[in-house]
């Protein structure tokens, strides 16, 4: 699903939302709702896709963590309705790459356990946001941090990578890498809300939102 760079959004008025925000955001970029019925999609396909393999999940967190949870648990689901059901084990890594708004030139990665576990296995990267992008000199975006990881977890060999995203940035300047799944295409816009930050704030938020000049000076650190 492409959402265009004119799309104005939904009123925050339509919405519930905690309160600790008001003032903080300019509108909601995708209703919670929407995110739910999109990521049952992603479930759909994926499971169609993976046939007989059983496959391990590796959770980017913090920002992919509710992402990661409604994805395994619509493909539970939907194998548990089918006549085979699919076996999954879920591992977490951790990546860091913002201070405030502003990607950061070098990444930490830390977390997993044994990657050599994956050897011969089936795999799956879940990550909330991927974006396309060097947008400065001294900003480098996910593309960079996507290959990162896939460098790292290539070299134990395993049977089959698949990336799955929920939200893809779109940007002046693509590198030209992309997720196997993802959910929705989204515009060059700083975005917070199921379990996307802003220094560690707006993981609370249901709703994928904008946020704007006040809530970004309120939690700058």
């Known amino acids: 699903i492409q959402i265009s760079d ?14 600790h925000y008001y003032g903080d955001l300019e509108y909601v970029l995708i209703p919670h709702g929407i995110i739910v019925d999109r990521t049952e999609r992603l479930a759909k396909d994926i499971v169609q896709d993976i046939g007989d393999n059983d496959i391990v999940v590796l959770c980017v967190l913090k920002g992919g ?16 309705n089918s006549e ?17 708004d502003q990607s950061m030139q070098d990444m930490q990665i830390m977390g997993g356990d044994d990657l050599s576990k994956l050897t011969g296995k089936v795999f799956f990267l879940c ?3 991927t974006l396309f992008f ?51 295409e989204i515009p060059d816009l700083f975005v917070v809300g199921y379990a996307l930050d802003y220094n560690e ?12 000049d006040h809530g970004k000076a309120k939690y700058r650190v």
Not at 65 to 80: G, M, P, Q, T
């Open 201 to 212: 704030h707006f993981r609370d938020l249901n709703h994928i939102c904008v946020i704007n």
């Open 6 to 19: 004119n799309w104005p959004g939904y009123s925050l008025d339509l919405f519930t939302y905690p309160q």
């Open 127 to 129: 990550v909330l946001l």
């Open 134 to 184: 060097m947008f400065y000199k001294d900003i480098v975006g996910t593309g960079r941090t996507m290959k990162v990881l896939l460098n790292n977890i290539e070299k134990y060999k395993p049977k089959m990578i698949k990336v799955a995203s929920l939200l893809v940035k779109r940007t002046s300047r693509p590198d030209g890498y992309r997720p196997d799944y993802y959910g929705f």
């Open 84 to 100: 085979r059901f699919i076996s999954m084990k879920v591992d977490f890594v951790r990546v860091k790459s913002y201070h405030n």
């Open 65 to 80: 963590y509710k992402f990661c949870a409604d994805l395994v648990e619509h493909i539970k689901n939907l194998s548990r």
